[in-house]
Nanobody, 127 residues
Framework: HVQVVESGGGLVQAGGSLRLSCTASGLTFDNYAMGWFRQAPGKEREGVSCISWSGGITRYADSVKGRFTISRDNAENTLYLQMNSLKPEDTAMYYC????????????????????WGQGTQVTVSS
């Protein structure tokens, strides 16, 4: 069965950095676009970033452009999210997703929820 596991969350001061990691098993990793979503208390889950199967295409939410970088290592079945210049509004549970739709980030990538999901990793940014 498919298993998606995130790690790397924590507590950081505003302006700091964190690197999230996600490993996926039980699927052919490089058949899938991968993404990061986040959900803050009382808010809907929102797409943060998406990366195509090869890593050649990336997409970002406007709120994180220029601060976050998504990458993947297909040999290691691992997805990363480097988060720099963190802000208190970045505080949320961050979820890794394997897009069941296939290997590319569609136009609706940030709202597409029919994915394989991890359990989430908490990111808290203090002011």
């Amino acid at each position: 069965h498919v298993q998606v596991v995130e790690s790397g969350g924590g507590l950081v001061q505003a302006g700091g950095s964190l690197r999230l990691s996600c490993t996926a098993s039980g699927l052919t990793f490089d058949n899938y676009a991968m993404g990061w979503f986040r959900q803050a208390p009382g808010k809907e889950r929102e797409g943060v970033s998406c990366i195509s199967w090869s890593g050649g295409i990336t997409r970002y939410a406007d709120s994180v452009k220029g601060r976050f970088t998504i990458s993947r290592d297909n040999a290691e079945n691992t997805l990363y999210l480097q988060m720099n210049s963190l802000k208190p509004e970045d505080t949320a549970m961050y979820y890794c997703a394997a897009y069941r739709a296939g290997g590319y980030c569609s136009g609706s990538w940030s709202h597409y929820l029919d994915n394989y999901w991890g359990q989430g990793t908490q990111v808290t940014v203090s002011s």
